[in-house]
Structure formats: C-alpha cells, structure tokens
C-alpha cells in the first residue's frame, strides 16, 4: 500500500518558472528519499532527508521536511524543459514506500 | 553508490508462462529489493531478497507467483510465474549499496514486461 499522497498529481509549469510537489505520509520515518523518472525509464535519485534535518540543499532543488505535519516539500527553482519528468517521494521501512507521485510539464 | 544491471530490459509473453528477471550489482550488497510498476502508477515494494535466507514478501505478493532468490551478495532473480495480462508491469530491482540500511537506494534500469 501507499505510504502517502503527493500533490499536485500534476503540475504543468513555464520554463523558468519554480515548481513546488508536496508529500505527506502516515507513520513515523528514518529518512524520506526523492527520485525523478523520465518517461517510464529508471529511477534516478535526487535527495534523502533524515528524519532529524528539516531542509537539504542539492543545486537547484530544496527539499523541506516537517516530521511534526508527517511532509515533505520538493522545490525545483529555474525550471529547464528537461526537468519534465515524473517525481515520487518514498519512506524508508527497509524497502521504500513511494508516494503517487507528481507528474511535471515544463513548457518551453 | 551503487551501478545496478537487470536483463531482460523488456519482454512480451504469453499468458501461462513464466519469466525470470536477474539483478545484478556492481559489489556487495546486504539488501536487495524488487518492485512492481503498473502502467501509469506508482511502484510497489514486492519483497527484500535475503542472502541465504528467504525473501520477505510484502503484503498481496505470495512466493509461488513471484519467486525471488539470492544466491549471492551480488545477485537476484525475480520469477514472474503463471503470467497473465494483468502482470504486464515495469519490474525493478533496487539496492542500498554498500551505504545499508537507511541509505539511498539505487535502482536498476528496470524489466519492462507485456504479457498477451
């Protein structure tokens, strides 16, 4: 079963334009995993958050976690047309359980 | 990290059949996971591959439709059995790497499957 919900389950954007995904889960976590999949190809990774860290930095992306709300946020600043992809967030109980998911459009 | 190889990288089968999908990893691995993703969804934990132990399944995954094994640090097959249309998924297998548990998971490219 899922662990939680993302939202928007869509988000369609202008390039340059900021986009911000939500996550919110149900139980408690070590850490809280994003990851970026291109047209139903592998799934590449992007951050993890622990449990005890409440934002993280990578380039262009913020991620933001409130242990206290059970959310996360994913923040992608300047969007490029490559970054048209589909995001998921996951928690860790040993394997992962993903979020639904966020599919993005940046438009050009 | 972790640089993680599956074969097949697709299929198509007929219904009845049975395919088995191998995972390699490029070193020693404590924790090896495989997970299904349906057309136009999210994926799904199927099990933990255990080296010399057996998998554990997660709930609505039975071991005689999907039979897992370890034989190594380095390796996992996922056998997808007695195959029907609706088993027509992307199948990955993942691995935390040498980083273990609570660690970032690295996936492999993924077993696209159409079964007719």
């Known amino acids: 079963s899922q662990q939680g919900e993302e939202d928007p389950q869509a988000l369609s954007i202008q390039e340059g334009e900021n986009a911000t995904m939500n996550c919110s889960y149900k139980?408690?976590?070590?850490?809280l995993q994003w990851y970026r999949q291109n047209s139903g190809r592998g799934l590449v990774h992007l951050i993890l958050i622990r449990s005890n860290e409440r934002e993280k930095h990578s380039g262009r992306l913020r991620v933001t976690l409130d242990t206290s709300k059970k959310s996360s946020s994913l923040l992608i600043t300047a969007s490029r047309a490559a970054d048209t992809a589909s995001y998921f967030c996951a928690t860790d109980k040993g394997g992962l359980v993903f979020g639904q998911g966020t599919r993005l459009t940046i438009n050009p | 990290s972790a640089v993680i190889s599956q074969k097949p990288s697709r299929d198509i089968c007929q219904r009845g059949t049975s395919l088995t999908i191998q995972c390699q990893v490029d070193?020693?691995?404590?924790?090896m996971f495989w997970y299904r993703q349906q057309p136009g969804q999210s994926l799904t934990l199927i099990a933990t591959?255990?080296?010399?132990?057996?998998?554990?399944?997660e709930s609505g995954f039975v071991i005689d439709k999907f039979p897992i094994s370890r034989p190594n640090l380095t390796f996992s097959t996922l056998t997808v059995s007695n195959m029907s249309p609706e088993d027509s998924s992307i199948y990955l297998c993942?691995?935390?790497?040498?980083?273990?548990?609570?660690?970032?998971?690295?996936f492999g490219p993924g077993t696209r499957l159409l079964v007719l």
């Open positions: 139980t408690s976590i070590n850490n």
């Open positions: 070193s020693q691995v404590t924790m």
């Open positions: 993942s691995s935390t790497g040498a980083g273990g548990p609570g660690e970032t998971q690295y």
């Open positions: 591959a255990n080296q010399g132990s057996e998998a554990t399944y």
